[in-house]
């Protein structure tokens, strides 16, 4: 008895819940659920990370809902009423401060919620509707009990109790069903729900607001463009820099559907698509870029540029239909456009440099280094000259085989362009003359170019910088100076086993015995696969009379192949 009485109040209690539950379902209900839908969000790794409830306010999939079910978001799904699954699309804006983020679902067709225009008055009932695909949602009431204005437009209602939790997000109606904003957090004794038309403001924008960049910056779902085709170059411009290949080409993707007959936007994908290994779609890109530019000299020397890149930067592996000659090609009809353009003199003559110094670059490419120098002397002349030209004549003697007094003589007169005392500008010169000086065994001429590339650099140099003059010094025989560069390169980079090494067989040079062994010992530490280490090791103990362990360290290094250790060997034992 006492069991049935039990059962029976159970079943009484909820037959009681559902007719409170479903007395607080507005008249309204039943029409606006296709337009509400549960979300799951995902990380990287596909592992569930919230799930919430979002809601359709436009055509073609545009959503709504709360910013905390997509933070951290790499992939997103919804489920509507109807129980069909569709994928979250592309993010098109967020706030972090008002915790909004507006996103399209890739569905073919949606319902849309009746928007509300205009701001409601206080003492307006707003209902909060959940997400149902069983005909009963959660739901909760209450009237604006006080509101505060954002930016003067849009409005924050303060409803006069606490609402149920499990509602923030949720959309938010007033009588006649229609939608007036999304429910926030309660802060006190009351909740809070921000005015659906501020979903205007979540825009993508080439520079965003520190708010919707901090929101963005946490989402990981693809990101939509901004409205205009400027504006959304501008963009994408910006994020080319901080995007993987992938994440670009998708930016491209949707600029290309989005203003398809805007050239840029097929010059800017081949170049990911070049990255990737995808030249035939690349081509074609190129093909159609040419085809929409208006700006034809401008529109060939952009596609012999694209191509000159993918030949001097991604030479492997080859495309058949790309060559130095196409770029050639393409180059020469810049140059013949811009001679017959009638205005803008000026413009001209910057546009006609640009396009014969790529001349000359991919005349480099060819080999045909005489042709590439008469280009860049005779754009070397009068108010024209400069470093660069120099530079890049010595570039093109030293790739012809001319003597690096040739060479040199360009590299001179690069570093005279500049006045004394010379700028951080001409560091790069200087140092690419001391290399040369050093290649052709003018040690002491290179150190002196060393010293002025560190002076020129304020010593923010490198650990390999260090090493480089270190080398040069030791050929020039200034041991107290190469000394201290190998140190400086240590200190830098210590877990090189090479600088021990080196510093090792400075140390035995000049008879720094100690500092020879520690050296290598180190080294040995470090990597014990080093010959060199073995064999100096081994003979500095044995310049200080400890033979056996001497012996012991070079028969190491002969039995790893070393032959200047069996040579040792035979002397010495």
Known sequence: MQRILSTLLIIIFQFAFFVIHSAAQPKFAGKVQKGIFSINTY????????????????????AVASYAVFKNAAKATVIDAAGKQYDVDCVLGADDTYSLVRFRVATKGN?????SSAAQSKGTTMYALGFSNSGTAQSDVSAVSDTVMIDGKYVYYALGKVMDEKLIGAPVFN???????IMHAPIGEKSYVLDIRFREVLKMEAIPTRSASVALGNIFLPKGLPDTAEEALVYTYFHSRTTSNEEYMGMMNRFVTTFPQNAEGYLRRATP?????????ADADLQKYMSLVEDKASGNYNTASTIFNKLNILPEPEYSKWTYDLVLDYVNKAISLNDAKS????????????YKILKAQALMGKKNYDEAIGIYESLNVGADRNAAYFYAISTAREERGDSAGAVVEMLDSAIAQFSEPMPREAANYVLRRGQILANCGRYRDAVKDYNQYCYLMNNQ???????????IESNARLFQQALDDINSAIEKAPRVPLYYVEKASLCIRVNMLDECIE?????????????DSYRILGYAQ???????????????AIDMGDENAKTILEKYF
Do not use: W
């Open 43 to 62: 990380d990287k790794q596909n592992n569930l990370i919230h799930q919430g409830t979002g809601f359709y306010v436009g055509q073609n999939g545009e």
């Open 111 to 115: 319902a849309v919620l009746n928007t």
């Open 175 to 181: 009588a006649d069903g229609t939608l007036v904003g």
């Open 273 to 281: 698509l070049i990255d990737m290994l995808r030249f035939d779609e």
């Open 343 to 354: 205005d803008a003199p000026e413009e001209k003559k910057v546009h006609d440099t640009q």
């Open 461 to 471: 140099v490198s650990a390999v910088f260090h090493y480089e003059r270190y080398q």
């Open 519 to 531: 050296a290598c010992q180190m080294a040995i530490a470090l990597s014990p696969d080093i010959i």
């Open 542 to 556: 044995l310049q200080k009379g400890d033979k056996a362990t001497a012996r012991q360290n070079i028969q190491k």
